[in-house]
């Protein structure tokens, strides 16, 4: 009989050594993701609203203690769901931090929702209207304040879907690289995750020049005489919350395809050293 070689990795380690530092690049890699994560919710949260307020009291002519209760209502939001999701989260973390990149990148876009509105005066005009039967009020004219009260109540809805989002990013995530690195590593791993989260409010300063130099409306014909320069120059805000929805939607559909691929290789790490024990 011709002797048969037993496959690479049934009398030695070779398939297992392979696998478990191709899982253990994977999981530094998801680290970056998450990084990347922090860096863009940071952005979008704390450092576009410093930049934007101004922009956002000129566009929807509102008074500045509403601009401020968005990062309050992000605040009551994030705080109530602190732990729920905490628990939940227990045994099933990268899906709770998808979810959370998910709810950040729709919160994002529903926090720019007003500005499309406010250019489509007949959409806004039925939404406003439709408000307003549901209050009972319908026989009352449709007001400025009452185009102001849902520009404001869909941005709060805006932003407690961020501040929902952002628990993750803040207990699951820091509980992540403390299971999967070594403990001499994780406080480090840490300290560069945070680090990241105020590299992004510093990127959202050093870019908002640039971007509050686009007009809010680039779509619709405006006055040529009309310069970034003037008081009542109103800059294109939301590209910052649109941008950084993107990127927080690219980094969740990589993010669940790198844990795919360690899903599938701890599985083959797993057979193989099955296999090498018996």
Known sequence: MIPVEPPIGENNQDIPHF?????????????????????????????????????????????????????????IFLGLASIPVSYLAKNNKQFFLNLGMLSISIGGCIFILPVFLKSQPKMANILVRTYLCGENVSSRPVTESHYQALYVVIMYIG???????????????????????????SPLLISIYFL????????VFLSSKLIL????????????????DQDKWVGAYWLIYLIGSIVLLLLMLLNICVNQFIKKHSRVKTISVLSFKN
Request: net charge positive.
């Open 19 to 75: 696998v478990s530092k191709s899982v253990k690049y994977a999981s530094y890699f998801q680290l970056v993701i998450l990084c990347c994560s922090a860096l863009t919710h940071s952005s979008m949260v704390t450092g576009a609203v410093s930049v934007s307020m101004s922009s956002i009291e000129k566009a929807f002519k509102l008074s500045n203690i509403y601009v401020v209760m968005v990062l309050t209502v992000y605040n």
């Open 159 to 185: 932003y407690a879907v961020i501040g929902v989002g952002s628990v993750p990013l803040f207990t699951t995530a820091i509980r992540y690289i403390i299971e999967t690195f070594e403990k001499s590593k």
């Open 196 to 203: 990241c989260q105020v590299m992004g409010t510093m990127l």
């Open 213 to 228: 130099r686009v007009p809010l409306h680039p779509w619709i014909k405006r006055d040529p005489h009309e310069v970034p």
